[in-house]
């Protein structure tokens, strides 16, 4: 509750506090789900709308300190994470106005919304992230100095809020010498002494199951997943199968990676004579989940490569990771399937689908071979793709499935998306005898002419199947591309042809995409993937390959000196008279300092020049003569004969105390 005997806060330095509060809480409201963003949004205005004449009642406050609380975790669904920790201080700072109507309250509403946008950095350490805390850090500090000015009475209150703005940023301009040479010179460890919590709120992406309707957010999803950069050849878009996990348990509606592959040894693979060699950079996801192109040769440094040959870091993917990696096309993938495998190849759930699986007896009846012949099942695969692309059609607008969801989906709806193809098309393999699986992962993806690499966004996440022929192992068979391959292959191209036709009156929308994009992995590049090895490597541009520690000590403190010595150079200079015409009238006064008659910091002009034609009557002709024009261009708005501040400006700067002068500079 606001103290009675604290000073007011008058209405222009509320709006300042309130203002800058609103924009401090702004970049951790862009880092939380919608829905939470949205609601801790609008009780701010509520609250700031209640209470804009007065306080509200202690009482009122701690109802919609509760309540606002209580909606935080539901929407959290009660996990505790740092998410989950960052949406709470933003809704307690959403209710902090309540209170603010005094001098101390808006201290301390600035002080707690000076911990946001630290908080966002939490959650988000890109470049708009950045640039928004900033922001709101120097409009905080500059509210923080106007409540100074108010409660000592300073006349500076009135100043422009531009100009307050750039004050305060001139201040942390002195600190920005200091800052650069801890981030670049600080000895950097190769991990972390400390962790900090997960998310309690999972971010779209890649798992370890498929169920129906879990992709819906991500099949929409723009955001980058990753990028790729080749060194040498560079497969097709309809090549680029970025695998991820392998799903094998059915229960009738989810698909699950097998817990049964813990502990069994590496597949046996062929691979082609084609190779690609590449360096792929993974956003943050807050899991393990690698991906590569079909099919990766090993595992890199970090990571583990189970035998479906899905790539898993050791660690979770906190922040952007870079893995250099190397794959092929195989020839032949596990040529030889052992009776326990193909067994669990070819499981289905008991009273599931009976429609499905009287179609695949049919076909495979109809085929007129045994199981396991590699033309029946071939036959079998090839009559199954020609259906769906005769009579099927892709939609993202698909209802929730019932019990036999595949069974509604081939003969009913015969429309859909990734998930429904490949799990039906698994199903119907399965049913006729064929060992098949489904594969997620990414597919396809767009070239940055900018940078140079592949773009892989969140969007073109996939899901196709895998099924087991004689002689050839496992093989990829991507039922969707059969209807839609491009969506599949194109779906960048498209999005990027609208953006182009929209901002086209610009510089080009294709431009604008890559640009941006590109400027972000810069980003990544140079400040997130700054670490312990970049920072060793730091001065390899100048032939040094590697720093030691010592040397890296001893930068730091040469650069900690440098920082030092431009903040004593850039106080003084903010000491100086900025008027050039005073600055040039206290310059000419310090030369009479060898005579003893240096003006006084008191003393009038005319008094001084009295003082020196006392004790030096030779020197006060000339001094009189300035001293005038002096005078009358600070006392009367101007000079006589209209000479202007310039010209006086240089006949202060060319004044020498000497029997000749005239006071006009000249002193011959």
């Known amino acids: 509750m606001a103290d009675p005997a604290a000073p007011a806060l008058d209405p222009r330095s509320r709006r300042w506090a309130l203002l800058s509060a609103a924009v401090c809480l702004l970049p951790l409201l862009l880092q939380l789900p919608l829905a939470i963003a949205v609601t801790i949004a609008l009780s701010a205005v509520a609250v700031v709308a209640m209470s804009w ?14 309540v606002l609380i209580a909606t935080v975790l539901a929407m959290s669904d009660f996990s505790i994470g740092r998410d989950t920790g960052c949406a709470l201080l933003a809704a307690m700072l959403a209710i902090k106005p309540s209170e603010t109507f005094s001098l101390r309250d808006a201290r301390s509403l600035l002080g707690f919304a000076l911990f946001a946008p630290f908080a966002t950095f939490l959650l988000d350490q890109g470049p708009l992230s950045l640039a928004l805390g900033l922001t709101a850090t120097l409009l905080a500090l500059a509210a923080l100095q106007l409540l100074a000015d108010v409660e000592s009475g300073d006349v500076r209150r009135d100043v422009s809020p531009a100009r307050r703005m750039a004050g305060t940023a001139r201040l942390l301009a002195l600190g920005l010498p200091l800052a650069l040479a801890a981030f670049w010179l600080f000895p950097r460890l190769g991990s972390p002494l400390w962790g900090i919590p997960e998310r309690a709120m999972g971010s779209t992406g890649l798992s370890d199951r498929m169920s129906p309707g879990d992709w819906n957010d991500l099949m929409v999803d723009d955001r980058p997943a ?3 950069r080749f060194f040498g050849k560079v497969p097709s878009p309809s090549q680029m199968y970025w695998r991820g996990p392998v799903m094998w348990d059915f229960d009738g509606r989810t698909w699950r990676q097998p817990r049964w592959m813990a502990g069994w040894s590496e597949t046996d693979v062929e691979p082609g004579p084609q190779r690609w060699d590449y360096e792929i950079e993974m956003e943050p996801t807050e899991r393990r989940q690698l991906v590569a192109l079909d099919l990766l040769l090993s595992a890199p440094s970090g990571s583990e490569l189970d035998p479906d040959h899905n790539l898993q870091s050791l660690t979770q993917l906190t922040g952007v990771s870079r893995w250099r990696m190397q794959s092929a096309p195989p020839l032949r993938y596990e040529a030889r399937l052992s009776p326990q495998t193909r067994k669990y190849a070819l499981q289905l759930p008991a009273g599931f689908n009976p429609r499905t699986l009287a179609l695949a007896r049919q076909w ?66 399965r049913g006729a005898g064929i060992p098949a699986r489904v594969v997620t992962g990414y597919a396809g993806g767009y070239r940055n002419s900018v940078g140079g ?168 002709t000339g001094l009189r003569v300035i001293s005038d024009r002096f005078s009358d261009w600070r006392y009367a708005d101007g000079e006589p004969g209209g000479r202007s501040a310039r010209a006086l400006t240089q006949a202060l700067r060319a004044h020498r105390p000497s029997p000749r002068n005239d006071g006009n500079g000249n002193n011959g």
């Open 53 to 66: 004449r007065q306080p509200l009642h202690g009482l009122i406050r701690l109802l919609l300190s509760v």
């Open 226 to 228: 990753l990028r790729a």
């Open 364 to 429: 495979r009846v109809e085929a007129g071979r045994s199981f396991g012949s590699a033309s029946a099942d071939s036959a079998i695969v090839k009559r199954a793709l020609d259906w769906i692309r005769r009579d099927f059609a892709y939609t993202l607008e698909v209802p929730l499935p019932g019990r036999n969801s595949i069974d509604e989906f081939l003969f009913d709806q015969r429309a859909g998306f990734c998930q429904h193809f490949s799990s039906s098309f698994v199903v119907l393999m």
């Open 453 to 620: 690499y592949w773009l892989v966004r969140r969007s073109d996440a996939h899901a196709w199947a895998e099924v087991w022929l004689r002689g050839r192992g496992w093989v990829r068979v991507d039922p969707t591309a059969a209807v839609a391959p491009e969506r599949i292959y194109d779906t960048i191209d498209d999005r990027r042809s609208i953006a182009g036709g929209l901002l086209g009156g610009l510089t080009g929308g294709h431009s604008l995409i890559d640009v941006g994009d590109w400027l972000r992995r810069g980003w990544n590049d140079f400040v997130l993937g700054f670490d312990a090895n970049r920072q060793q490597r730091l001065l390899r541009p100048l032939g040094i390959e590697r720093i030691d520690d010592r040397t890296l000590v001893l930068l730091l403190m040469l650069a900690v000196a440098m920082g030092l010595l431009w903040m004593v150079w850039f106080s003084r200079r903010n000491e100086r008279e900025p008027d050039p015409v005073l600055r040039a009238w206290h310059a000419m006064a310090r030369r009479y300092r060898p005579f003893g008659l240096e003006r006084l910091p008191d003393e009038p002009a005319g008094r001084w020049v009295e003082r020196v034609a006392a004790a030096r009557p030779e020197l006060a």
